[in-house]
């Protein structure tokens, strides 16, 4: 699916610009936006390394296992497939907390070292587990309790209360979490059913991955 | 409320950072060392996502320039404002799951332009904040551990930025209105 959605971004692009005259400025942009991809992860370096040097701290003391079997029972509720005492259950909730703190540049980390636990118990190294589809869920719609940078922007612009919108913003997360949660079971719950009549399907899907890998 | 939760966030990074080592060099752990150690992997973790990250930003820069998503933006209107969503916080419900800056940029100017405590700048401060970027966290979590076949996480993703853009919409809509 990201493999369509990247072609059709690319090539609708295009062909939009042909039609409203904005070719230079779609060549500009897609220079530009490989600018903007290589300064975001040179800002992640910084980020990246001190995270999980510090985490590795927390790994080697312990922390990370007693903090899984601490809030453990509602992550085997979200992560059945993921062994009790495996570290990367540790790494989800820390990840988990992160978000719900709003502290966006430790969740992150926390998410990938998750990650890379989840890797590690992985049969199939390019197909990602279900496991590693519910930590993505949480983690796009995150649960955040203060949206910091939003009330510092309508703070910079005179509101009157810039702190208003917690409430509704709590709420919209909420929702929008319930909807990843429910969602994910059920798209986890339909894969986990022996495939029936998907033979041709699937052969189709790999030929679409082929071609857009060869082009 | 708002007081104490934001003494809380500015008390937890410090706190984590001076609490973790201090628990571990209890536990005799050779803390220095084991910082260190860990910290090797996000040099590389950081690297192995520029491939990544260059793919899709250049999609979706090339995708906002082009005005193929003002195109869809002009086609969606009419079904999103018959569900009575502003037609000035439609574009932010389509930027919000792909680009993080450029939905926070497109969020300040709308709250510039309507003003904070208007109707429209409340719900974009909402939308901004209940979601994150679906395509960056999936981009970088996946692409960290180099998985190819993601299965259904993108859908799952962008289905819960709809029903949280509808929601911040809706709740709005209830509370201020």
């Not at chain 1, 995150?142 to 939003?150: A, G, K, Q």
């Not at chain 2, 904070?116 to 679906?134: E, K, L, Y």
Request: with cysteine; net charge positive.
């Amino acid at each position: 699916m990201v493999n369509w959605i990247w072609l059709i971004m690319i090539v609708s692009s295009v062909m939009v610009a042909a039609f409203t005259g904005r070719m230079d400025a779609v060549t500009e942009a897609a220079f530009d936006g490989a600018t903007t991809g290589v300064t975001v992860c040179f800002g992640l370096i910084s980020v990246l390394v001190f995270w999980m040097g510090l985490m590795r701290i927390g790994e080697d003391a312990g922390l990370l296992s007693k903090l899984a079997s601490l809030l453990g029972p509602l992550v085997r509720l979200l992560f059945p497939d993921v062994p009790r005492n495996h570290p990367a259950i540790g790494y989800i909730m820390s990840n988990m907390s992160a978000n719900l703190l709003g502290l966006g540049n430790a969740a992150t980390p926390m998410g990938i070292k998750a990650m890379q636990e989840l890797q590690k118990l992985n049969p199939d190294k390019e197909t990602a587990t279900p496991a590693m589809c519910t930590l993505l869920a949480i983690n796009t719609s995150s649960i955040t309790l203060v949206p910091t940078t939003l009330i510092a922007i309508r703070m910079s612009y005179e509101s009157a209360n810039p702190a208003e919108i917690v409430g509704t913003t709590l709420a919209a997360t909420a929702v929008a979490t319930a909807a990843a949660i429910l969602a994910d079971r059920w798209y986890r719950r339909r894969s986990a059913k022996p495939p029936l009549h998907t033979g041709g399907s699937s052969a189709a899907g790999s030929n679409h991955s082929a071609a857009l890998k060869g082009g | 409320m708002y007081q104490w939760i934001t003494v809380i966030s500015t008390w937890m990074i410090p706190a984590l950072i001076a609490f973790i080592p201090l628990y571990a060099a209890f536990r005799k752990v050779p803390v220095y060392e084991s910082f260190v150690d860990g910290a090797k992997d996000g040099f590389g973790t950081a690297v192995s996502l520029i491939p990544h990250l260059v793919g899709m930003m250049v999609a979706i820069s090339m995708f906002r320039a082009s005005g193929a998503m003002d195109a869809i933006v002009a086609v969606l209107e009419p079904l999103f404002a018959w569900m009575k969503v502003p037609g000035e916080v439609l574009p932010l419900g389509l930027l919000r799951p792909i680009t993080g800056a450029g939905s926070l940029a497109y969020t300040t100017d709308l709250i510039k332009v309507y003003g904070p405590d208007s109707m429209i700048g409340r719900i974009a401060s909402t939308i901004q904040g209940s979601t994150d970027t679906t395509l960056y966290v999936l981009t970088v979590y996946f692409g960290a551990v180099g998985i190819r076949r993601t299965k259904y996480a993108l859908k799952v993703g962008l289905f819960s930025d709809l029903v949280g853009f509808l929601a911040a919409v809706f709740i709005c809509l209830l509370v201020f209105g």
